[in-house]
């Protein structure tokens, strides 16, 4: 499996989050200690746009062979052609192929190589084609309201009260065919459910700092 890790230079809301210090090491290295213990993980690649962010990448011990173009780079690009970039250059290079592949976002620090390997281990025997983590805590459909002219009603009536579970963004898994049809999950996805203390995603400076605290108290090592 081919994980490749996108961490462009640009982020408004925290500018240069990939590069802010957790735990005393660049945010980046937890998502790439994770992958490069992970058995599941042949080759740990990172696409970034950013000279600095590959300088640490190759010193953490991942792959940056290239900066990724900056029309790849934007707010909007979507994920999938930063994959397909990352497995089209290592095609033209190395005439190299991989069956499956992994987007590990660096935002996901929490994230450990047990989760990557198990993962994995469930995408392989099962029929399902890829595969997303999600968040153990149910969001409840009776909690869901929408609006209705000035007031607000409930979203689903009582006989059909469900649980939904969020995309927590640690994980994406699939089939590298899927890329051929610029799609990163395919049309039978399986779920990995991880628990809300290991789906941190890293968006604002207060999220560091949670980071922080569940590092000390042993989550995600």
């Not at 790439?32 to 740990?44: C, D, L, S, T």
């Not at 005439?95 to 190589?113: M, W």
């Amino acid at each position: 499996m081919l994980a490749v890790i996108p961490a462009r230079g640009g982020s408004k809301r925290l500018p240069l989050k990939n590069l802010r210090l957790l735990a005393g090491k660049p945010l980046i290295c937890h998502t790439i200690a994770a992958a490069r213990k992970a058995q599941a993980a042949g080759r740990v690649l990172v696409s970034t746009d950013d000279p600095r962010i590959r300088e640490v990448a190759l010193a953490a011990g991942a792959e940056a062979p290239f900066l990724r173009p900056a029309e790849l780079a934007g707010d909007d690009t979507p994920m999938v052609d930063v994959i397909r970039h990352a497995v089209a250059y290592l095609v033209e290079k190395e005439d190299r192929t991989f069956p499956y592949f992994a987007v590990l976002q660096p935002t996901s620090p929490l994230r450990t190589a047990e989760d990557i390997d198990r993962a994995f281990a469930l995408l392989l025997a099962s029929p399902a084609d890829s595969l997303v983590s999600v968040s153990a805590r149910p969001l409840r459909s009776e909690e869901i309201y929408r609006r209705k002219g000035e007031f607000i009603e409930a979203s689903f009536p009582p006989a059909d009260r469900q649980c939904f579970f969020q995309l927590n963004g640690a994980l994406y898994m699939g089939k590298t065919s899927l890329l051929k049809e610029r799609r990163l999950l395919g049309d039978a996805v399986l779920p990995y459910f991880m628990p809300e203390s290991r789906s941190l995603d890293i968006d604002y400076p207060g999220d560091l700092e949670l980071a922080e605290v569940l590092l000390k108290g042993g989550i995600g090592l």
